[in-house]
């Protein structure tokens, strides 16, 4: 079994974890055990995502590199695994 943190491009996966391990250890944990996040799962990455995009925001509202690698795990993993709305 490939878990969700696997799922993602091998290049994205180290920062993935330190971020989502640096808010949530038990979130990242859960990631690890199966393949697929739970919708819960699914909105709690895009919220840690989101914000760790906004800190990473300079003086003229460009993100830094760090702010560039963010959201392109977040765009990854909401192409991976969509929030349907319904």
């Given at each position: ?15 993935f974890a330190e ?55 977040l765009g990854a ?10």
């Amino acid at each position: 079994m490939t878990d969700v943190v696997e799922s993602l491009p091998e290049r994205m996966r180290e920062l993935f974890a330190e971020v989502v391990g640096a808010h949530d250890p038990v979130l990242l944990s859960s990631l690890m055990s199966h393949d697929e996040p739970t919708l819960n799962e699914r909105l709690a990455v895009e919220d840690i995502l989101a914000t760790e995009f906004s800190k990473a925001l300079q003086g003229d509202w460009e993100p830094t590199d760090r702010g560039r690698r963010v959201d392109e795990i977040l765009g990854a993993f909401m192409l991976k695994w969509p929030i349907n709305a319904k």
